[in-house]
């Protein structure tokens, strides 16, 4: 289809491995998001981009969270050393700008670290 | 103080009852204001943006008090189909961050 894809949908891992969650956006989307969310709670803001550039990363929880969208398009978050408190639904949406608010959602990954 | 605040209920209200949420924002500087849905184990979707005049599409009214800082969303009429989390979301002021509340649970019974 033609919207969001986040892969995988479901990543079991064990502590201290590294982690890396790819998001494909919608094409023609400039700007994309990095949220997460635990059971219960909204959507974590993580950092998102405009563009190639991260416009805002201050939502990362630490250094072992990174995320990179090289050529403006997919991205992928990468966690490094993952924890068990690292176990969450990570959702990735794009928008066609920045300032519309109107973010659409991939189904999101689910990483479980044992 | 949380950037974001929402009761997150249950509200469980009978079929055709009206309801009405709110959230309260932090930062008095936010311009930008919405309300997403979020069926359960699917992604949140966007349900309305909220205007400084308020807004209404169909069954659904918006409004934003800026002075007490906080958006509400009030829902006519409610279906079974409206049972799922609705989350407030406000921008970062100066950004483009989108900051969600918890949600609130609301249930429709029949």
Redesign the interface.
């Known amino acids: 289809g033609a919207g969001v894809s986040q892969t995988p949908s479901n990543k079991v891992t064990e502590k201290g491995k590294y982690v890396e969650l790819r998001c494909d956006p919608i094409s023609g989307h400039t700007?994309l998001?990095w949220?997460r969310q635990s059971l219960?709670?909204?959507?974590?803001?993580l950092i998102?981009f405009?563009g190639t550039g991260a416009?805002?990363d201050?939502?990362l929880p630490n250094d072992r969270f990174f995320a990179v969208r090289p050529e403006g398009s997919v991205s992928t978050l990468k966690i490094q050393r993952t924890e068990r408190g690292d176990s969450a639904v990570y959702?990735c949406a794009s928008s066609p700008t920045?300032?519309t608010?109107?973010?659409f959602?991939?189904?999101?990954s689910r990483l479980t670290v044992l | 103080r949380k950037e974001v605040e929402q009761d997150p209920g249950p509200f469980n209200v009978p079929e055709g009852a009206t309801v009405a949420f709110n959230c309260t924002y932090s930062n008095s500087a936010s311009q930008s204001f919405f309300w997403y849905r979020q069926d359960c184990r699917k992604e949140p979707k966007l349900l309305m943006s909220v205007y400084s005049s308020g807004n209404e599409d169909g069954r659904f009214t918006a409004q934003l008090n800026r002075a007490s800082q906080y958006i509400s969303l009030l829902i006519r009429d409610s279906k079974l189909s409206d049972s799922a989390t609705y989350l407030c979301v406000v921008n970062g002021p100066g950004t483009y961050k989108y900051i969600f509340g918890t949600g609130t649970r609301l249930k429709v019974l029949a």
């Open positions: 700007a998001y949220y219960g709670q909204g959507p974590e803001f998102y405009q416009a805002d201050s939502g959702l920045v300032n608010g109107e973010l959602f991939g189904e999101g």
